[in-house]
């Protein structure tokens, strides 16, 4: 069983920058696939990014694909979202999803609770 446990939401003017963490436990960390999706106000959970075991490909939405960055630390267990140019249509909870198996493009074994992201206007 894998804890993920997300930090680094917080309110951000628009144009602003934020780092998102994932801190990982209970499992074998580089054998993960990691992604993050993010899920709005009204909104259904949508896919943001992604990242192999070893970091060597990452994947993006098409709408963050420019502005964010995905990036992954074996050694601490730890996956990152690096968010620049943000925009108030970024605003939303951020989950960081971990699989065994696959990218998590659409879905994931496994989740966190989330983190907010407020952008202000």
């Known amino acids: 069983q894998v804890q993920l446990v997300e930090s680094g939401g917080r309110l951000v003017q628009a144009g602003g920058s934020l780092r998102l963490s994932c801190a990982a436990s209970?499992?074998?960390?580089?054998?993960?696939?990691m992604g993050w999706f993010r899920q709005a106000p009204g909104k259904e959970r949508e896919f943001v990014a992604a990242?192999?075991?070893?970091?060597?490909?990452?994947y993006y939405a098409d709408s963050v694909k420019g502005r964010f960055t995905i990036s992954r630390d074996n050694a601490k267990n730890t996956v990152y979202l690096q968010m620049n140019s943000l925009q108030p249509e970024d605003t939303a909870v951020y989950y960081c999803?971990?699989?065994?198996?696959?990218?998590?493009?659409?879905?994931?074994?496994?989740w966190g609770q989330g983190t907010q992201v407020t952008v202000s206007s």
């Open positions: 999803n971990a699989d065994p198996s696959r990218v998590p493009r659409t879905s994931a074994r496994y």
């Open positions: 209970g499992g074998t960390f580089s054998a993960y696939f």
């Open positions: 990242i192999a075991r070893t970091g060597g490909s990452v």
